[in-house]
């Protein structure tokens, strides 16, 4: 079975998209939509912005999803998903591709989650922190222990997570799990503490957003960050992109599920190489590629 993986924050360049606006029509037809849509002109930040400005979560997170969706739209019938997942913001380039969401609404809900997480990291200060080495229990014991919000974030891969919380937190969860034999605990440059519960004043602020939302059932399963399981009930998809915000990425048990159900292949969609090289350290077999178009 064929599945496609779509990323999330962290995977935008300088210059995304730009091949695609200059050699596809709909390509660039659906950027200049997009443009409208958000109120400035997103497609200058992509080309020509500095890496200073494709890192502001509001620029970032459309930026993403548009180059993951314009993407699997421009394959056109080459693009036959048996299953999807997507990593954090991915998930809504996911449910896109998979006809579950409109490209309109899918950005609008993109935009809203970057403006509703960006006023969440300003209520208070926090961060994220990178954790090598170390099984998952340890880590989860760990941020127990300490009396700070810190919560494991992502479960990348084996051996690989982001802790996020308070800044007192996650640096206090670094020294303790360094002490527990962690081979690197790195504070990222981070804007907040994404998937914890600092980002409540968000989740609430997105909910509205989502539940007010047309949201059709995927022509195929979705596999949702929340609880790694396939999904293609329309109500409980949205339920757990609400959750999602609060909640941790399952990325690892996400790919190992996908694996269990079938999956032959897993097949990047948008910038960079990251899921690839996340879903080889889950299982070194499983066939890896990016969609090329």
Not at 23 to 50: V, Y
Not at 158 to 183: D, N, R
Request: hydrophobic share 45%; proline share 4%.
């Amino acid at each position: 079975m064929k599945a496609y993986i779509f990323p999330g924050q962290g995977a935008q360049f300088v210059g995304m998209g730009k091949n695609l606006y200059d050699n596809h029509a709909q390509a660039r037809q659906l950027l200049e939509q997009a443009n409208e849509i958000l109120g400035f002109r997103i497609t200058d930040m992509m080309f020509n912005g500095t890496d200073e400005d494709l890192k502001q979560t509001n620029v970032t997170q459309p930026a993403i999803f548009l180059h993951s969706v314009i993407l699997a739209k421009i394959a056109g019938d080459d693009f036959k998903p048996e299953m999807v997942a997507g990593h954090s913001l991915g998930e809504f380039s996911a449910l896109v591709a998979a006809g579950a969401l409109s490209f309109e609404d899918g950005l609008r809900l993109v935009a809203a989650r970057a403006n509703a997480m960006q006023k969440a990291c300003e209520i208070q200060p926090s961060t994220m922190a990178a954790v090598l080495g170390l099984d998952d229990f340890t880590v989860e014991d760990i941020c127990q222990q300490v009396s700070e919000v810190v919560v494991p974030a992502n479960y990348n891969c084996p051996g690989q997570l982001v802790i996020s919380g308070t800044v007192a937190g996650v640096e206090l969860a670094c020294e303790k799990l360094k002490a527990a034999g962690a081979k690197r605990a790195l504070v990222l440059n981070v804007g907040g503490a994404f998937h914890s519960p600092l980002m409540e004043a968000a989740r609430v602020e997105l909910e509205h957003a989502i539940v007010n939302t047309n949201i059709q059932s995927p022509v195929c399963p979705i596999y949702q960050n929340i609880d790694a399981k396939p999904h293609t009930d329309a109500e409980v998809i949205k339920q757990n992109l609400i959750a999602q915000l609060t909640g941790a990425v399952r990325w690892t048990q996400t790919v190992m599920h996908m694996l269990q159900d079938g999956a032959t292949s897993f097949t990047e969609v948008g910038p960079g190489n990251v899921l690839q090289g996340l879903v080889k350290k889950v299982d070194r077999s499983a066939a890896t590629a990016s969609l090329a178009v």
